[in-house]
């Protein structure tokens, strides 16, 4: 059974930092593309970064670029979020998804997600 | 990046109804979209990808249909668990984007 387990969340003065860990189960985890998508109290989805299944290529939307650092370790089958400069809006419940096979791909595992809430 | 509207932003049906929901992206995506569910206080669980194709252990009152820039999620035979928020998602092109949601109740 694939299991996405998440932690690191909490409660973080604007302008800090957080790192957010996955720990992955169930499947080998150094074949697939990961991604961590967000999403505010109330409000939709919103794709926060990815990275290929070596670690060689990351991506990241222009609200998070140079602030957010995705990275993983095939060796301990987890996947991180390092989170510099935070903002309000960067308030939100944060997943850790794996893609289904293949990148560009759909989230086809999902994990019970954290929240991060910025705030002074 | 490719824009998804998503559509109604809210639904009430009857138990036992067929609903649908409409998700139009603003490029075509060549059938390069999913569904996905999510109940109250839930991750979102994948529904269907490619468009049609079924994740396994999804129930077959769900479908997905649609080609281009035109998709729909339908569900036959409404029942008390598919309350949730149902969102479109493209994954044709990155930035892969989202539908903004449609929220399904029961009347």
Redesign the interface.
Known sequence: EVQLVESGGGLVQPGRSLKLSCAASGFTFSNYYMAWVRQAPKK????VA?ISTSGSRT?Y?DSVKGRFTISRDNAKSSLYLQMNSLKSEDTATY?CARY?PGY??????????VMVTVSS | DIQMTQSPASLSASLGETVSIECLASEGISNDLAWYQQKSGKSPQLLIYTANRLQDGVPSRFSGSGSGTQYSLKINSLQSEDVSIYFCQQNYDSPLTFGSGTKLEIK
């Open positions: 939709g989805l919103e794709w990815t991506y939307p997943y289904g560009p791909s759909y989230y086809g595992y999902w994990g019970q997600g």
